[in-house]
């Protein structure tokens, strides 16, 4: 069975940075395309990056040029490091496997960003 388990959420201020990280079990990750989405109440889940087993990335234009996104294919762990953190920032942050359609899903960790 796939875990994914997110940490290094936590208070931080505009302005800072903060780097996540995401461990997965199972051998579906290395081979897969992996994504970080955050959510804050009363909304959608958002798409943030996606990186694939190759390392190519992509970003949604909220968070181009601010967020990075990486993997270690050999450790099972993936990152997003973020720079220049604004209020807008705040939510609930997640790990994302693609396994060929299907999801696999981390508990999320929570980022808050005071002003």
């Known amino acids: 069975q796939v875990q994914l388990v997110e940490s290094g959420g936590g208070l931080v201020q505009a302005g800072e940075s903060l780097t996540l990280s995401c461990v997965a079990s199972?051998?579906?990750?290395?081979?897969?395309?992996m994504a970080w989405y955050r959510q804050t109440p009363g909304k959608q889940r958002e798409f943030l990056a996606r990186?694939?087993?190759?390392?190519?990335?992509n970003y949604a234009d909220s968070v181009k040029g601010r967020f990075t996104i990486s993997r270690d294919n050999a450790k099972n762990w993936a990152y997003l490091q973020m720079n220049n953190l604004k209020p807008d920032d705040t939510a609930v942050y997640y790990c994302n496997v693609d396994n060929h359609g299907i999801h696999y899903w981390g508990k999320g960790t929570l980022v808050t960003v005071s002003s």
């Open positions: 990186i694939t087993s190759g390392g190519s990335a």
């Open positions: 199972g051998s579906i990750f290395s081979i897969n395309p």
